[in-house]
């Protein structure tokens, strides 16, 4: 499949020892996978869940992975490819999205969320909710990674380098 053209946005890549798989969307979720052994200029195949909501992050294991996105959207992958994984987490009336995901050496899953637009902005990226193992739980400090405010940091922390870099040639 070509995406020239196509308005979408990648967020987050990641990969294993087979494939790597990309996630993004806005208007609806976007989930591309490639070989690893693959050369760089192979396509990418989509392999979005049907009904995806804007992915934001994505985790791979030897045998699987999730991504995850808006409104707490979670799709697992397997041997048969992705899919919406049916958490029973309650609908969240803050609209509270997920943004980073990752799984823990004993395969327990840890997600983290957090209001995407709020008034005041601040609100939104340090009041994040945590979700492991279907547990949902608002940490009481600190900015977890993967929070919505993490690019803007690192732009920030980066652009002074980026600068320094280009300086040099």
């Known amino acids: ?26 208007a609806s979720g976007l989930l591309l996978e490639r070989g690893v052994e693959e050369p760089a200029s192979a396509p990418w195949t989509d392999r979005s869940p ?15 992975g999730y991504a995850v996105g808006q409104f707490g959207y979670v799709a ?39 209001q995407v637009l709020v008034e005041p902005l601040i609100d939104g990226w340090l009041r994040q909710d945590v979700v492991h193992d279907l ?18 940091l690192a732009n920030i922390y980066l652009h002074p380098l980026d600068e320094l870099l280009l300086g040099l040639g």
């Open 50 to 64: 049907p009904g995806a909501q804007a992915l934001v992050g994505v985790c791979l294991t030897e045998r699987g």
């Open 1 to 26: 499949a070509s995406f020239a053209g196509i308005a979408e946005s990648l967020f987050t890549v990641h990969a294993n020892s087979t494939r790597f798989a990309a996630v993004g969307g806005f």
């Open 135 to 152: 547990q949902r739980w608002t940490p009481t400090g600190g900015t977890p990674q993967g929070a919505v405010i993490s690019p803007l």
């Open 76 to 114: 697992r992958r397997d041997e048969q490819g992705w899919r919406e994984d049916v958490t029973g987490l309650p609908p969240d009336p803050d609209n509270r999205s997920l943004h980073s995901v990752w799984i823990d050496p004993d395969g327990g899953v840890w997600a983290v969320g957090g």
